[in-house]
T-cell receptor
Framework: DTAVSQTPKYLVTQMGNDKSIKCEQN?????MYWYKQDSKKFLKIMFS???????INETVPNRFSPKSPDKAHLNLHINSLELGDSAVYFC???????????FGPGTRLTVL | AQSVTQLGSHVSVSEGALVLLRCNYS??????LFWYVQYPNQGLQLLLK??????LVKGINGFEAEFKKSETSFHLTKPSAHMSDAAEYFC????????????FGTGTLLAVQP
């Protein structure tokens, strides 16, 4: 059973399109995150939700909009995709009372 | 503000040799420190972490790290490298708590030569 899963694994799209990435965790965790890993492998936090409430919103263009329909899901919608959005996007989750974040397998987004 | 510096973007060792990956941190509050490993085209897997208590922490796959507050370091070591250890290693710091965002270093790519 996959603890943190993401779909799709690969996403290739044209500039200007709108796309979504989905994340689901079956760990019963309360907190979920989105991280972006750029072409140089640098990882940076984008958003975090706790019990469906946004608690971290880093300096991210407002073309990126996270949505958490329930505690187990955190989706990332990206409008008007740009070349610079090409990256690997990782979802992670964390349970209350622990400081360990569990990462999904990543979604490699390529914008042409 | 918190930050992490990983010295050496690429480290190459021979199979059976000592692995030492360096990590220094900056934090205005007691830090929580983590090492994650990323195998090619995969997600991040936690190797080990330090939050409180014993400063020498042991993780999976024979890795360990020591928190040295005086040196603001959290270096990762393994006595004997295995070919399967070849991967990207990330050191990260957080302040714990509800927000608990991880601040990552730039990563160290470990190559293991036969």
């Amino acid at each position: 059973d996959t603890a943190v899963s993401q779909t799709p694994k690969y996403l290739v799209t044209q500039m200007g399109n709108d796309k979504s990435i989905k994340c689901e965790q079956n760990l019963g965790h309360d907190t979920m995150y989105w991280y972006k890993q750029d072409s140089k492998k640098f990882l940076k936090i984008m958003f975090s939700y706790n019990n469906k409430e946004l608690i971290i919103n880093e300096t991210v263009p407002n073309r990126f909009s996270p949505k958490s329909p329930d505690k187990a899901h955190l989706n990332l919608h990206i409008n008007s995709l740009e070349l610079g959005d090409s990256a690997v996007y990782f979802c992670a989750s964390k349970g209350g009372g622990t400081d360990t974040q569990y990462f999904g397998p990543g979604t490699r987004l390529t914008v042409l | 503000a918190q930050s992490v510096t990983q010295l050496g973007s690429h480290v190459s060792v021979s199979e059976g040799a000592l692995v030492l990956l360096r990590c220094n941190y900056s934090s205005s509050v007691p830090p929580y420190l983590f090492w994650y490993v990323q195998y090619p085209n995969q997600g991040l897997q936690l190797l080990l972490k330090y939050t409180t208590g014993a400063t020498l922490v042991k993780g999976i796959n024979g890795f360990e790290a020591e928190f040295k507050k005086s040196e603001t370091s959290f270096h990762l070591t393994k006595p004997s490298a295995h070919m399967s250890d070849a991967a990207e290693y990330f050191c990260a710091v957080s302040r714990g708590g509800a927000t608990n965002k991880l601040i990552f270093g730039t990563g160290t790519l470990l190559a293991v030569q036969p």
